[in-house]
Each structure stands twice: as structure tokens, then as C-alpha cells.
């Protein structure tokens, strides 16, 4: 990996227990990972890209861009262990972008990043954007700018398939809830209205895993990343199907820069309007059981 980073910068990185990965590498082929979804495609990267964007200037210095993603979202943002490659509609979204910006494919750098660092990481321009499963909302804005949205999930619940108790949010009373840090839906059921009791981890596979376990009787985030996770063990996980939030999705950045904001908001619209938006849906999303909502366009801009 040939990044150069400053003392300050690769402290926050161990602090922040970022995982950098190797460059691009995104060329995997349909059915070699089914977990993600196992889709991948090449945008064709534009040329001469000329924007005043602080950030876009950096990334045209190094030659690649960084763009932080979600690994363990089975066709949002996944990784599959073996090959290192990740897949799903959140890399797909951020692929569509960076050709617009210029980067092809192979000029990517992924880095994991989990919902809790998201803010700091950003802040510290580790990553020139990011795509996962990012709700944009007013105390958000207050340390990032957001494109989009260019998806809406809502909050909803992963229970075991043989728990008929849990129906919806205001069946929790008294049951063990799971959720992630620094995420939308564990600010959300900590309310008191609904007196669950909470446990919070960083990883999603974790909170996955003490619901399988017993240990949790329900994981709370949004539907679209729960219906993935129910999709690999259908035979032990279901759904809710209740959602009680709304949760629209935005790709984050510096935010200071105006102009990077207005180009990953073009090229969202451009990806939207010529049904690279759809069919990546179709592909990745829409085989977890999400259906298709075409985003509303021209998105806002501010
Ligand atoms: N969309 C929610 C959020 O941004 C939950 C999913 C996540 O943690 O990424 O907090």
C-alpha cells in the first residue's frame, strides 16, 4: 500500500482501529461470493476531471481514491474472508461515483470503516468519502457534508425465526436488544417508551451472532442490512418487517467542500438516470428481499 500519512493521522488510525486494505482488487465475477451478493461492475472512469474540490485534488495527487465502506453487510457493504474483495449496493454506489471523479475500478482503495468512527475519519480526511449504510441527519451535518439520499431504510428487527413474541418495537419491554454503536436505530430503541434493555457492540456479526445465540432476543438497525443477514440463515433468522424509523442514506464527506459535494451529487443523479442505480439494486439489494424505490431526483443540494 503506498499511502503516506502524517504521525497525528496514523495514530488516529490505530485509534480508531480503521482497517486499510489493499488497493482495488474489485473485479471479482458473479458467484464467487455469495454472501456480498457476489455482483461486481466497471464504470467506465471519466477523463480529465477538473473540479475545485480540496479532497478530489489530494486523491488526483496519490493516483487512487479512498473511500471508506461497511464489511460485514452482506449485499450493502461486504468482504468476503477469503479473496479480501467487497460487494454489495454500497460499493457499487461508490464505484458509479468514483468514475465520475475520474477513478477507474482498480484506482479504489476500500477501507473499513464501523459506524462509530465514521464521523472522526472523515474529519481527518482518512477516506475521501464514504458509502455505507450512512443515515444523514442535522447532528450528523454538524461534522460532515452528505450527497444524496440516495436510498431509505427504516429501523427494524432481526429476531430468531422461532420468536413469535417480538412483533414490532413496542414488543420489546424487558428483551435483551442488540445494536451498534454510534448507529441511528441504538440511539433510537435506548428511549425509554419502549424499555428495552441494550447491548452495544461494533460489528453487526456480533450482535448477529448473540441473537443466534440467545444471548439477544432482537438486533435492531435498518431493514435492508437485516434482511441480508437473514437471507444467509433463513432456516434460524427472520425479520420483524415493522420498520419505526426512516433512514435515508448519504454519502459522506468532508464537510467543507461544496464542490466535491455538488459532484458526487451529479454523479449520483447521471448513475440514477441511466439505470446503473437499478440494476445494481437488482443485483446486490433487491436478492436480500429489498424492494425497488427509484430515488427521488434532482437530490438536494445545500
Ligand atoms: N443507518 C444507520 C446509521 O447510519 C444504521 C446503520 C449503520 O450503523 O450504518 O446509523
Redesign the pocket.
Known amino acids: 500500500m503506498k499511502m503516506r500519512r502524517t504521525a497525528a493521522a496514523g495514530a488516529v488510525v490505530l485509534a480508531l482501529g480503521v482497517t486499510a486494505t489493499a488497493c482495488g482488487g474489485e473485479s471479482g465475477s458473479a458467484g464467487d461470493k455469495p454472501a456480498g451478493g457476489g455482483y461486481s461492475h466497471d464504470y467506465t472512469a471519466a477523463k480529465n476531471v477538473k473540479i475545485d474540490s480540496a479532497t478530489l485534488k489530494r486523491a488526483q495527487k496519490r493516483g487512487k481514491i479512498i473511500i471508506g465502506v ?1 464489511a460485514d453487510q452482506p449485499f450493502l457493504g461486504y468482504q468476503d474472508p477469503s479473496t479480501k474483495k467487497y460487494s454489495g449496493f454500497d460499493i457499487e454506489i461508490a464505484k458509479m461515483v468514483a468514475a465520475d471523479l475520474g477513478f477507474s475500478t482498480d484506482q479504489i482503495e476500500f477501507r473499513t470503516i464501523n ?1 462509530n468512527a465514521r464521523e472522526t475519519t472523515i474529519s481527518h480526511h482518512l477516506v475521501d468519502y464514504y458509502v ?4 444523514i441527519n442535522n447532528e450528523r451535518k454538524k461534522q460532515v457534508g452528505f450527497a444524496g439520499p440516495y436510498y431509505t ?1 427504516g ?1 427494524d428487527l432481526l429476531v430468531r425465526k422461532d420468536d413469535k413474541s417480538i412483533t414490532g418495537p413496542n414488543s420489546l419491554r424487558g428483551k435483551n436488544v442488540c445494536s ?1 454503536t ?4 441504538l440511539q433510537e430503541i435506548k428511549k425509554p417508551q419502549y424499555g428495552a434493555h441494550t447491548q452495544e457492540s461494533d460489528k453487526y456479526s456480533d450482535c448477529v451472532q448473540k441473537v443466534l445465540d440467545n444471548q439477544a432476543d432482537a438486533l435492531t ?2 431493514d435492508a ?1 437485516l434482511k441480508g443477514y437473514a437471507a444467509q440463515r433463513p432456516d434460524k433468522l427472520r425479520v420483524v418487517d415493522h420498520p419505526f424509523t426512516k ?1 435515508p ?1 448519504g454519502i459522506g464527506m468532508d464537510k467543507n467542500d461544496k464542490a466535491l459535494r455538488d459532484a458526487i451529487t451529479t454523479a449520483l443523479e447521471h448513475h440514477i438516470k441511466n439505470g446503473d442505480y437499478q440494476t445494481a439494486y437488482t443485483n446486490t439489494l433487491g436478492k436480500s428481499g429489498s424492494k425497488y424505490v427509484a430515488p427521488q431526483t434532482p437530490l438536494p443540494r445545500y
Open positions: 461497511k459506524s455505507g449504510t450512512y443515515t431504510a429501523a451498534i454510534g448507529s441511528t436505530p438497525t435498518d442490512i433512514e442514506y
